[in-house]
């Protein structure tokens, strides 16, 4: 396996969150603050962008090409990661452009990224196009979401082991390949992931990365609402309560989904890790409120 990119501080910082715990009468919260990785932003993406940006730069890349939503995590991190690289980046957006760019969107422009909005198309067909017409081109998965992406989050999961003794991990799941590094990692039966609507069947998504049978997957389907984009009064009251007794502000979309989830199933007793896969940016990016 290609070396990953040194593109932060590693091991991420592991926190303490008691005043949450005692909220959700939990034993112990751990906060795993992969939303500290210093590369563009942070999050999950930025990790798994260690894995597959080394593969980009290893087949001599100098353009990296991508897709997501308008308001992606991914993307955003990896015309960061792109910028500091030194390569070009192509971003093939879904939808149409909105009249005020906002949130990630913004932050795409300010790291220099080429938009392409897909439009009706299918963005995933966009950008094979993209990759393929433009010289040195690279085309990373949507989401960085790979067999190889995946080693990144068994790495976080060595990280969590060495530090404490915990029940499980609870993990907001998009494209799939952040929980299926902590499942790699930990087994099937200490991961709880929680559905954010990204994708039709989370768990074929999460089984096609591995490279053996993981066994019963563990995730929460019941957070996403009318869809990925929007956001539900359960998120909304997710988003208070972290804020409020931690001083710890997630998105509405992936980490707040995965804080409702945990709000919702939390036991007693129980010892948990919950990963904080970044995404703040997003929380300026929606039109609904979340006060």
Request: hydrophobic share 45%.
């Amino acid at each position: 396996m290609i070396e990953p990119l040194d593109l932060g501080t590693f091991p991420t910082p592991l926190e303490d969150a008691p005043r949450l715990a005692a909220s959700l009468g939990l034993a112990r919260l751990w906060i795993k603050r992969d939303d500290l990785i210093g590369a563009g932003g942070g999050g999950n993406k930025a990790r798994k962008l260690r894995v597959t940006a080394a593969e980009a730069l290893a087949a001599g890349a100098r353009t990296l090409v991508t897709t997501g939503a308008p308001q992606s995590n991914h993307a955003r991190a990896t015309a960061a990661v792109a910028a500091r690289l030194g390569l070009g980046c192509v971003l093939v957006l879904a939808g149409a452009g909105p009249a005020v760019e906002r949130g990630n969107l913004l932050l795409d422009r300010l790291a220099g990224a080429e938009i392409v909005w897909a439009g009706d198309r299918p963005p995933g067909d966009v950008a094979a196009i993209e990759a393929a017409t433009r010289p040195g081109a690279h085309l990373i998965p949507f989401g960085g979401s790979s067999p190889t992406s995946v080693h990144a989050y068994a790495e976080c999961a060595r990280e969590l082991t060495a530090r404490a003794d915990f029940d499980r991990v609870v993990v907001a799941v998009g494209s799939g390949a952040t929980m299926a590094g902590l499942v790699l990692g930990l087994g099937a039966g200490r991961v709880a992931g929680v559905d954010t609507g990204a994708l039709p069947d989370p768990g074929a998504a999460v089984r096609a990365l591995l490279p053996t049978d993981p066994g019963e997957l563990r995730i929460d389907r019941e957070r996403i609402g009318a869809g990925y984009a929007t956001v539900t009064d359960e998120v909304r009251a997710a988003l208070r309560l972290a804020a409020r007794t931690e001083g710890l502000f997630l998105d509405p979309i992936y980490t707040g989904r995965a804080m409702a989830g945990l709000a919702a199933t939390a036991g007693a007793g129980d010892r948990v890790v919950f990963l904080h896969t970044g995404g703040l940016p997003g929380l300026f990016g929606v039109d609904q409120p979340v006060r």
